[in-house]
């Protein structure tokens, strides 16, 4: 069976009503973003920001037309607009994300089957924090949990080439079914799309990716889904914090205080979003040379124990700079499963010890 071409997406999108039942979405030049790999079909719908509740059976019925493709296994369809919904000007000590957080029609709503999600976030990228979450939730599952992994940073995932997974999901009753690596059930916009190929998505088309990918996966029953936060504090942070009851957030930082600025500014979007901080993990908090052995504080030490001693946060424990966790990460045979009883993997595993502890507490309370 050949793949399905974009002349064939489009004369089925001919056939959707626009808003307002004037002309069709093709005729309204109201598609854009078309992206085919194989069986995968994605696009988007302009429409306006302020109707995007209203139009959404709109947006399900050109899915629904499209995954009827001969060859089609799965779609993504989701509104953007071309200008963002206006924010009113934040108080001083309130800021815009928080500010529409607590102006969210409806509180959030939890994943069926998913005991606690947890967010690993950090405030800039270059820190480690993906390499972290990889090998959290492995440790997470070491210690008895069914653990699954929810890779949210849409423009730069990179869970597939962290566990060497390359199987593409499987698309069952509209829903997909994760694939599994080292025992952990991954999802991914990295499975969906090629690896060199560029997200250039506005903020409504991720927010309505991510949403598919958390809420039409068959994720089962899991004890905890790790979610690997993009860098910062957007649109995705904002959209975790109002539509599910996150159990908690780790921040993963390095030592030094450029990185410490930016951590603390996403623990604070995290508190005035009401979700609990489990702590904060130091990573590249030293160098281990692997011919000597002899150990070199590149970028400081002791920075973000000191920061959640400042902020009144568990301070989870340091993660070292070490080759051999740079080059697993890059093989896909991250070290907390190729190297269980290594020094590394041990590290991993008393930091999800901690988290798993603190997780319990506050179910406790």
């Known amino acids: 069976m050949s793949p399905p071409t974009r002349k064939d997406v489009l004369d089925r999108l001919s056939r959707v009503k626009g808003p307002d039942l004037s002309g069709s979405l093709v005729s309204l030049g109201l598609v854009s973003g078309i992206t085919i790999d194989g069986g995968h079909v994605t696009f988007s719908i302009t429409v306006p920001a302020s109707r995007a509740g209203e139009l959404e059976p709109m947006r399900a019925a050109a ?22 919904v206006p924010v009113a000007p934040a108080p001083p000590n309130l800021n815009n994300a928080a500010r529409a957080a607590s102006a969210a029609p409806k509180g959030p709503t939890p994943v069926p089957g998913i005991a606690s999600i947890v967010a690993v976030a950090s405030g800039k990228g270059g820190v480690g924090k993906s ?85 039409e996966v068959e994720w089962g029953d899991l004890d905890i889904l790790i979610v690997d936060m993009p860098p910062g504090t957007g649109d995705v942070q904002l959209t975790m914090a109002q539509q599910v009851p996150l159990a ?46 002899s150990r070199s504080d590149i970028f400081g030490h002791g920075g973000a124990r000191d920061e959640a001693g400042r902020l009144g946060v568990p301070f989870l424990g340091e993660i070292p700079l070490h080759m051999d966790i740079r080059s697993t990460s890059d093989a896909g045979t991250p070290i907390a499963a190729s190297e269980p009883t290594g020094v590394h993997a041990r590290c991993y595993r008393t930091i999800a010890m901690a988290i798993y502890e603190r997780l319990m507490a506050e179910a406790r309370q």
């Open 63 to 84: 899915q629904k037309v499209v995954e009827a493709i001969d060859g089609v296994t799965h779609v993504t369809a989701v509104l953007t607009a071309d200008r963002p």
């Open 248 to 293: 908690g957030a780790v921040i993963v930082s390095t030592p030094q205080d450029i990185a410490l600025i930016d951590a603390r500014k996403g623990l604070n979007m995290f508190r005035r979003v009401d979700v609990p901080i489990l702590g904060i993990v130091e990573n590249m908090s030293y160098f281990l040379c692997p011919t000597c052995g």
């Open 131 to 215: 390499t972290t979450s990889v090998n959290l939730a492995l440790a997470l599952r070491d210690l008895g949990n069914r653990v699954g992994l929810l890779d949210a940073d849409i423009y730069g995932p990179s869970m597939p080439r962290l566990l060497g997974v390359s199987t593409r999901p499987e698309a069952h009753d509209g829903r997909l079914t994760p694939p599994m690596g080292y025992g952990l059930k991954v999802m991914s916009m990295g499975f969906l799309v090629d690896e060199d190929a560029p997200m250039i998505w506005r903020g409504p088309m991720v927010i309505s990716a991510l949403t598919q990918m958390l809420r």
